[in-house]
């Protein structure tokens, strides 16, 4: 059995997961929703950026600039604009906008390989992180509070943090059956942990 004692890597990992957790209370506490949209606007931000330079190692050629001003304005607009569906609409806008100018400007250089680096990017991190702000939106929509809003995106992302975070501790202190062949560091004693820790955070926030 793996009972390897938790390494430096993973307790810097665990540490920054508190940290930014404490950082994001605090925020929420001063601030409120206004900084829950910057919040969640930035982290789409860098991992849009993050993800292009990723694609860019590969020798594809994204265009990181315009592809992150859109993500921006999708980020921003699906809370601050009027209308519940108002990050689909400015979402399909960009895509529209983002597709016809890497296509002329592609064409006129010659190639076309900036289309789906650029595009998926966009898809990928601000499409779907939009989503937590239209749950506020539509949590008031409803009747409800900000708070409650707010709450249920605190709670869908503490639940998905908490799954990676009991996945790798008990994976690595006591995982010994490999999940998968394509990856054997994912054990079913870290995946059974991961899920046992988001059931536990996930009651704890609620009864909280």
Known sequence: MNTMPLNTSMKKR??????IWLGVIIALSLFGIHAGVLLVSALAFFTQLELYRLFERMD??????LGLACGLVIMLGSYYFE????????FLLSFLA???????MDLHAGR????MPTLFGLIYVPFLLHFLPKIVKLATATGHSIDTGVFLCVWIVAVAKSADAGG????????RTPLSAVSPNKTYEGAFGGIAAAMVAGAALVVL
Do not use: C
Request: without cysteine; glycine residues 10%; proline residues 3%.
């Open 14 to 19: 665990l540490t920054s997961f508190a940290i």
């Open 60 to 65: 594809l050629k994204p265009m990181t600039n």
């Open 112 to 115: 076309l390989r900036s289309v």
């Open 98 to 104: 983002l597709t016809l100018a890497i296509i002329r």
């Open 83 to 90: 209308g519940i569906d108002s990050g689909n609409d400015l």
């Open 168 to 175: 790798l501790v008990v994976g690595k202190r006591m995982g």
